[in-house]
């Protein structure tokens, strides 16, 4: 079992980390396309893309402090033997279930990793 949480808990990180290198990578990307279509509408449309820019950097913002800080966090916690890491990772796994084909993957993953360390404690108790 402690291969399997190690597994899931360098997948974490692996996935945390390439979120908010996506997110970043979007939000520069339309950062700098958005300029160019601006100048390129009408001048009755462009009121909307004022607001476009700050709502997708404020969506990139969220996104990585929602799932991806606590996705790095619950990774190296796990890996660091910590109790609350499984439980995290599970509530963030529940979440990645949305995500086809690779969060659904890894939040299926976490969950069967949860339910097996969650039998093997039990038995243990028993």
Do not use: D
């Not at 949480?5 to 979120?19: D, N, V």
């Not at 160019?36 to 404020?58: C, D, H, L, M």
Request: proline share 4%; aromatic share 12%.
């Amino acid at each position: 079992m402690e291969v399997h949480k190690r597994i899931l808990a360098i997948l974490y990180i692996i996935s945390g980390s390439f979120q908010i290198l996506g997110m970043v990578i979007a939000s520069a990307f339309i950062s700098m396309i958005l300029p160019f279509i601006i100048n390129e509408a009408s001048p009755e449309a462009q009121w909307i893309f004022i607001w476009i820019v700050p709502f997708i950097k404020a969506i990139a913002v969220v996104v990585i402090i929602l799932f991806s800080i606590p996705a790095i966090i619950g990774g190296i916690a796990l890996l660091n033997n910590k109790n609350w890491a499984l439980t995290l990772l599970l509530v963030l796994g529940c979440f990645k279930l949305f995500s086809f084909p690779i969060g659904t993957a890894i939040g299926i993953y976490t969950i069967w990793v949860y339910s097996q360390n969650h039998q093997q404690q039990t038995a243990k108790v028993e």
